[in-house]
């Protein structure tokens, strides 16, 4: 964290602390706590009223622009994050999203994480790019690109867990070679899925840097929590539809 420097969109390292015990560190308070808890309690809300996603879609939308803005810092920086996830964006203020974790959150969330080929380090498996899932296990910023991607569909599916049914690295790499995808979620416009797919290009080349994804975030502030594209918006337009007929 030390090498990461000051940015509004990392979370700031405060103060390390030696005495008594473990080193432990200090970090920037986050007052609305993770993304992924925000993305939880929305789901819940959402079940009452779905019109408070239309209403919150800007906060979203704006977030992800703020983690691009992160992940471009780190790219200059030759910092690779490698567990860019919603449960390691923290959200300070009035709705700053900050980059986190850095190691920090195995043990909150060991759900998300797996052992591979029996080694001791738990790695975030179903945020991981396909160079990451094999051997030899390689990371680059392309790496985080593939990641931020699944956190795109996180957003989109209110913080559910990607890859259902999928446990292992071996398993998760020979689907992702077999081109297999996370499906487009309901409540996100086409082209949003698209960037998402762009991200999960299995050669790292293809994929578009942090900047890239930035602009066309920026170019297209409602893709997240679409209705229109919903099949229960479609049945809440022909139902009306049938209503003005009958009268």
Known sequence: MLLCGNHDNIIGLKGICFR?????????Y?????LLHLLWTLRAESKLNRTVLVNKRHIFENMMVEVCCGLEHLASMKLVHRDIAARNILI??????????????????????????????????????????????RFTHKSDV???????WEVAQLGRMPYSGIETAESLYDALQNHFRL?????????????????????????????????????DPNGFFYFNQAPCFR?????????ITMV
Request: charged share 25%; hydrophobic share 40%; with cysteine.
């Open 20 to 28: 008594d015990g473990p080193l432990q560190l200090v970090l920037e």
């Open 92 to 137: 300070c203020g009035k709705g700053t999203a900050k980059i986190a974790d850095f190691g920090l959150a195995r043990d909150m969330y060991a759900v998300g994480y797996h052992r591979q080929d029996g080694g001791n380090d738990l790695l975030p498996l179903k945020w991981m790019a396909p160079e990451g899932l094999k051997n030899e296990a």
């Open 146 to 152: 593939w990641s931020f991607g699944v956190l795109l």
């Open 235 to 243: 049945a809440l337009v022909a139902a009306a539809g049938a209503a």
């Open 183 to 219: 499906p487009k979620p309901q409540m996100c416009t086409y082209q949003r899925y698209d960037l998402m797919k762009q991200c999960w290009k299995f050669n790292e080349k293809n994929r578009p840097e942090a900047t890239s994804i930035r602009e066309q975030l920026e170019a």
């Open 30 to 34: 986050a007052e609305q706590g993770c």
